[in-house]
């Protein structure tokens, strides 16, 4: 596979997202840049207003929704699952990490978020504005299409004695479906060296665009927009589930939230897969529902 030459630029899809989740109450005060306040105007007509004039969830919507299932997701597999070691890939402008580390200090959980190294070091110099951050988040530099260089993804894991989980939120819909399945697949040899593992991502699935004939104008705006193409890896979630324990995942849930199940929006859905079982119990209610049982 051949590496990609990474561009020096933020996209724009970061910046908005990262507005988006200081605007909602799920960011801190040091993320709250003018680019992302910029973008989010420029873009909020045709995609937030337009949306809801039209009765549709907008991009905010989607984006709420989808970062609230993967927060859901993080707390229920520190609290239920013994997660102690969580790592944010391509975590972008999320403060996912941060929150999550003064939370659980008394449960000793740490965080790394990672991403492409100017991403890295514009959020570092970001949060050197606000209060010191917690000790047990850091930040790594990450190129997910780097096998075995600096930048791969085995340098990420610091402790492989503790549990830990995988996040991969906004990443894997833009390569192409084979890339994003290697992707979890290496991410899953990584994990089995643990006690247990989880990777959580989101997945697109033709299943919930049936019907629904606004979401192919929509998802070409957001390439557009994201510069980058937002693809349609599956058809449903079997084939998800199917696909995962292919590449050596023993069980694949889908994350559910008090709003819903992210699925409810037709472009989103949350699944988080386990290397190790995962009792029975924990997969027919509550915030982690079974795909295949």
Not at 170 to 197: K, M, V, W
Request: charged residues 25%; glycine residues 8%; aromatic residues 6%.
């Amino acid at each position: 596979m051949s590496k990609r030459r990474p561009d020096p630029r933020i996209s724009p899809t970061a910046w908005f997202t990262g507005q988006v989740w200081v605007r909602n109450g799920l960011s801190v005060p040091q993320l709250d840049a003018l680019q992302g306040q910029m973008l989010y105007h420029a873009g909020h007509p045709a995609l937030v207003a337009m949306p809801r004039l039209l009765g549709l969830e907008s991009l905010e919507d989607m984006l709420l929704l989808r970062h609230r299932t993967f927060d859901v997701a993080a707390r229920m597999l520190v609290e239920k699952h013994g997660v102690r070691q969580g790592i944010e890939i391509a975590s972008g402008l999320s403060a996912r990490g941060i929150r999550m580390t003064r939370d659980y200090a008394g449960l000793g959980l740490s965080w790394c978020d990672a991403d492409l190294p100017h991403m890295v070091q514009r959020k570092r110099t970001m949060l050197a504005r606000g209060p010191a951050l917690p000790a047990s988040y850091r930040q790594q530099a990450v190129d997910v299409l780097d096998r075995d260089g600096e930048l791969s993804m085995a340098h990420l894991f610091e402790d492989r004695s503790r549990p830990t989980a995988v996040f991969m939120e906004g990443l894997l819909n833009y390569f192409p479906r084979e890339i994003a399945l290697d992707i979890c697949g290496r991410t899953g040899e990584q994990l089995r060296e643990f006690p247990s593992g989880w990777l959580v991502m989101e997945v697109h699935t033709r299943d919930d665009l049936k019907g629904k004939p606004y979401v192919g104008p929509f998802l070409a705006g957001l390439s557009a927009f994201a510069r980058g193409r937002v693809s349609i890896h599956y058809e449903n979630l079997q084939e998800v589930s199917a696909e995962l324990r292919a590449r050596g995942f023993d069980h694949v849930v889908e994350v559910v939230n008090d709003a819903g199940t992210a699925g409810s929006h037709p472009l989103v859905r949350v699944v988080a897969a386990s290397v190790g079982r995962i009792p029975e119990s924990v997969t027919r209610t509550g915030p982690m529902r079974a795909i295949d049982m």
